[in-house]
């Protein structure tokens, strides 16, 4: 048996002190409550930034950031089939047939597509990751759980240790949450109350890689819980522990906010110095001199516009002649903030301010975070959002809630990041060729050779459009043609003449609709 998660979390404890106390001084600087103190509770007096920048920036990042992982009514994945499958399939079923299963998959995987992300936006996602990307931001860590029952737990630095091999890969996990011991199984919480009865008792939980799957287990006061006891395949964990930076060697990342410490420390200390100044410079004191004829009583009780007796020698207010020391400071401050707001993108504005959001908008968007924030985007990409696809279409297809893919015929492969937005690609070149093709060969000839009713289905699977009753199928086209082609001849020939024959195709094509479908 391994040893206790309580053991294994206190093991690893002393590896995580230096990244915690340089996560609390970044959070202390922008958003404190990100990861308080040690020992704080519900009373603790978290500090107070004097300047904004710091928490206006990790605000607009994570929601930029956000948005391009998210995007709302997107799918901010693809499903894109296998090449060597598909060639495969060409063998066996012929060019034709391997292009219409071709076209069918797609309309599969978009479905599949469709219904993950909604499955996103039922479990309320967006607010646990929106919770994460700040933890990221600020201190380079988070942990996120995905219950089998749904939805999303975020820890923060302070409630989880972790182990990496030299490649990266997790080995070790150990979180620790503070429980009441009646929300404990029986089996373990009369023995919790035999030893020590509190309102509150410390719960660990222990995820150990081995071999191909993870072994999870957990224990209170070093009691096994014997119903926690289980083990997950290595790429359906629900626990996935993310990190801002991947620096070799080192189990935990380091936060975006520490790499500006700085300038943050700097923007501190002199928007402080300001404050107070100013808040001094601000107080009006009037000093009457004691050897004149100017009596203090009479300047303190003389309303405004009054006329008093006095001599103006007598009475001054006392200044701090700082103006230039201030200028210097306000100044530096300036050149600062100048510097954090460009690093925080504070200063762009690449999505409008509109309910319509295009894919081209959150491309642009994706391409700017990636380019800012040194390959963020991609390492979330596949630490994140890869993750959550692969232990939703798991939980999905065990609850047989998504659309069946033939798995010994193609292979989805998951594409994350900014290939993600392919289908809103897909619409833009089936465009371009369509139009390209009119004006070099012109539309006869794209008619002759281009097929229509697949055209319209991919073009439906870009826009994510259901093409269910909406597309007619070959035979109700072919339907439409002869009773086109027997409506002419009626013209010509006169309806007498063709009468027998426009019945006998109505009668046909009622028995076929009346034909039950056969079983497959």
């Known amino acids: 048996m391994h040893e206790t998660a309580q053991g294994l979390y206190h093991s690893l404890e002393n590896q995580r002190w230096s990244f915690l106390d340089r996560g609390?001084?970044?959070?202390?600087?922008?958003l404190p409550y990100v990861l308080p103190p040690d020992g704080h509770n519900y009373a603790t007096k978290y500090y107070t930034p004097y300047q904004g920048i710091g928490a206006r920036g990790v605000l607009n990042l994570s929601s930029k950031l956000l948005l391009a992982l998210l995007p709302?009514?997107?799918?901010?994945?693809?499903?894109?089939?296998?090449?060597?499958?598909?060639?495969?399939?060409?063998?066996?079923?012929?060019?034709?047939?391997?292009e219409q299963l071709r076209t069918d998959l797609e309309k599969a995987l978009a479905d599949v597509e469709r219904s993950v992300s909604q499955e996103v936006e039922v479990q309320n996602f967006r607010n646990g990751i929106f919770q994460a990307l700040k933890n990221l931001l600020v201190t380079g860590n988070s942990l996120l759980y995905l219950p089998d029952e749904g939805g999303m737990r975020v820890f923060k630095l302070d409630r989880y240790v972790v182990k990496r091999d030299p490649m990266g890969n997790v080995t070790h996990i150990a979180i620790k949450e503070t429980v009441a011991p009646m929300m404990l199984p029986e089996s373990v919480r009369e023995e919790v109350y035999r030893q020590e009865k509190e309102n509150s008792c410390d719960l660990y939980t222990a995820v150990v890689r081995e071999d191909d799957h993870f072994n999870v287990y957990q224990d209170v006061k070093g009691i096994l819980i014997e119903e926690s006891v289980g083990k997950y395949p290595i790429e359906k964990s629900p626990w996935l522990p993310l990190r801002y930076t991947q620096i070799d060697g080192e189990d935990y990342g380091r936060g975006f906010v520490e790499e500006y410490l700085g300038d943050l420390k700097s923007l501190e200390a002199l928007t402080k110095a300001i404050v107070e100044g100013s808040a001094a410079a601000a107080k009006v004191l009037f000093m009457v001199n004691p050897n004149g004829t100017t009596r203090s009583r009479t300047l303190a009780e003389a309303p405004n516009g009054a006329i008093v007796q006095g001599s103006e020698a007598d009475v001054s207010v006392l200044q701090l002649n700082k103006f230039n020391d201030f200028r210097t400071a306000q100044a530096t401050m300036a050149g600062i903030t100048d510097r954090l707001s460009q690093a925080f993108l504070l200063t762009s504005g690449?999505?409008?301010?509109?309910?319509r959001v295009t894919a081209e908008?959150?491309?642009?968007?994706?391409?700017?975070?990636?380019?800012?924030l040194g390959g963020l985007y991609s390492l979330l990409s596949q630490e994140l959002q890869l993750p959550i696809v692969s232990r939703l279409m798991d939980k999905m297809s065990k609850d047989k809630r998504l659309p069946k893919i033939p798995k010994d015929i193609v292979?989805?492969?998951?594409?994350?990041?900014?290939?993600?937005?392919?289908?809103?690609?897909?619409l833009?070149?089936?465009d371009m060729f369509l139009a390209g093709a009119n004006q070099v060969v012109g539309p006869q000839a794209v008619t002759q050779y281009l097929n229509v009713s697949d055209y319209f289905k991919r073009r439906a699977t870009a826009l994510g459009i259901e093409t269910e009753g909406l597309i007619k199928t070959e035979e109700e086209?072919?339907?439409?043609?002869?009773?086109?082609?027997?409506?002419?001849?009626?013209?010509?020939?006169?309806?007498?003449?063709?009468?027998?024959?426009i019945n006998a195709a109505q009668e046909q094509y009622m028995a076929q609709q009346q034909e039950p479908p056969q079983e497959e």
């Open 411 to 426: 292979k989805p492969t998951i594409v994350t990041g900014v290939e993600a937005l392919g289908r809103g690609n897909d």
């Open 24 to 30: 609390r001084t970044a959070s202390e600087l922008t």
């Open 361 to 372: 908008e959150i491309r642009m968007l994706s391409q700017e975070l990636e380019s800012a």
């Open 428 to 430: 833009n070149r089936l």
């Open 477 to 501: 086209i072919q339907q439409a043609m002869q009773q086109q082609q027997m409506m002419e001849m009626a013209q010509k020939l006169g309806a007498p003449a063709v009468a027998p024959a």
């Open 350 to 355: 690449v999505v409008r301010d509109a309910e």
């Open 72 to 98: 709302p009514n997107a799918p901010f994945f693809r499903l894109v089939i296998d090449r060597y499958e598909l060639d495969k399939a060409k063998e066996d079923l012929g060019a034709e047939g391997a």
